[in-house]
């Protein structure tokens, strides 16, 4: 399967926790976003990079939160002392650098007891 | 500030009915429009989208979207829907910079 994976699937936390996502996006994919979505909404956008370059990130993305991409490759989402307003599916997207069209992963459930 | 509504948050039709779904966007710039949709347990994948030219746009499996300037919309339609395009329906909007906008969604049912 060539596209976009996360790791895990599924993740239950008590709060306070520290967690970590990864995301494998496609592999000629330049370009990397992470959102949350929560239900009833739509994806949010939490950040992008493309190459190993963090170009934006948004309000939502709390000192809390941190993503890194260090190679250009695979891209990590840590939260920190979470909350149980993280909980959320946290989405992972890839797209070449002629598209702005999103491959989407099957996302990350994170539960926060 | 930037953002997409979607008008109708659940949709129940019988097979061989006609879908449109409503999607309205906030910004006067240029925009890149999509419908992207989400099957019961998949992933999200993209349906259409629209960069520039012919407003009129088609897409995999008989649907299309008509994006109108002038009324900021992007509405997705097909004419005869079947169960299998029971889903959640998601337009988004890229404004520029590196953000794409989703809408909250829509979820399909179809009535075999």
């Known amino acids: 399967d060539t596209g976009v994976s996360q790791d895990p699937r599924h993740k239950i936390t008590k709060r306070g926790q520290n967690v970590t996502f990864r995301c494998d996006p496609i592999s000629e994919h330049n370009r990397l976003y992470w959102y949350r979505q929560t239900l009833g909404q739509g994806p949010e956008f939490l950040t992008y990079f493309q190459n190993e370059a963090q170009l934006e990130k948004s309000r939502l993305l709390s000192d809390r939160f941190s993503a890194e991409r260090p190679k250009g490759s695979f891209s990590t989402l840590e939260i920190q002392r979470t909350e149980q307003g993280d909980s959320a599916m946290y989405l992972c997207?890839?797209?070449?650098?002629?598209?702005?069209?999103?491959?989407f992963g099957p996302g990350t459930r994170l539960t926060v007891l | 500030a930037q953002s997409v509504s979607q008008h109708n948050h659940h949709v129940i039709l019988s097979e061989a009915a006609s879908l449109e779904l409503g999607c309205n966007y906030s910004?006067?710039?240029?925009?890149?429009l999509f419908w992207y949709v989400q099957y019961p347990g998949q992933h999200l994948q993209l349906l259409l989208k629209?960069?520039?030219?012919?407003?009129l746009v088609k897409g995999i499996k008989g649907f299309e979207a008509e994006f109108i300037k002038s009324k900021f919309s992007f509405n997705l339609r097909k004419p005869s829907v079947q169960w299998s395009d029971t889903a959640e329906y998601f337009c988004a909007a890229h404004t520029g910079g590196f953000k794409t906008i989703f809408g909250a969604g829509t979820r399909l049912f179809v009535k075999a």
């Open positions: 997207a890839s797209s070449p650098g002629s598209s702005n069209e999103q491959f």
């Open positions: 629209y960069f520039s030219g012919d407003p």
């Open positions: 910004y006067g710039g240029t925009v890149n």
